[in-house]
């Protein structure tokens, strides 16, 4: 098994950053696709941004130029560092690693709210 572990989330105003990380653990072999996802209150999960083993990084049109999505193969863990923090980006956020097809395993969240 594969365990996600993300951290960094919290409160912070408008125009702020946050950095998130995801330190995975357990069973891992090679170097899976990363992603980080979101789920606001009332909303479905969306998808924010992923990144492969070798660093090729996508991102959802509503954090393009603002969020970056970066890894540390060496430390299995990767991070989202989110600048220019709208109301919008409220959500709990979440880790999830994949192999190969849809995205398999995930953490339990971390909390980010961004006040106006």
């Known amino acids: 098994q594969v365990q996600l572990v993300e951290s960094g989330g919290g409160l912070v105003q408008a125009g702020g950053s946050l950095r998130l990380s995801c330190a995975a653990s357990?069973?891992?072999?090679?170097?899976?696709?990363m992603g980080w996802f979101r789920q606001a209150p009332g909303k479905e999960r969306e998808f924010v941004a992923t990144?492969?083993?070798?660093?090729?990084?996508n991102y959802a049109d509503s954090v393009k130029g603002r969020f970056t999505i970066s890894r540390d193969n060496a430390k299995n863990t990767v991070y989202l560092q989110m600048n220019s923090l709208k109301p919008e980006d409220t959500a709990v956020y979440y880790c999830?690693?994949?192999?190969?097809?849809?995205?398999?395993?995930w953490g339990q969240g971390t909390r980010v709210t961004v006040s106006s």
């Open positions: 990144i492969t083993w070798s660093g090729v990084a």
């Open positions: 999830a690693a994949k192999w190969a097809g849809s995205f398999g395993f």
């Open positions: 357990g069973r891992i072999y090679g170097t899976p696709t």
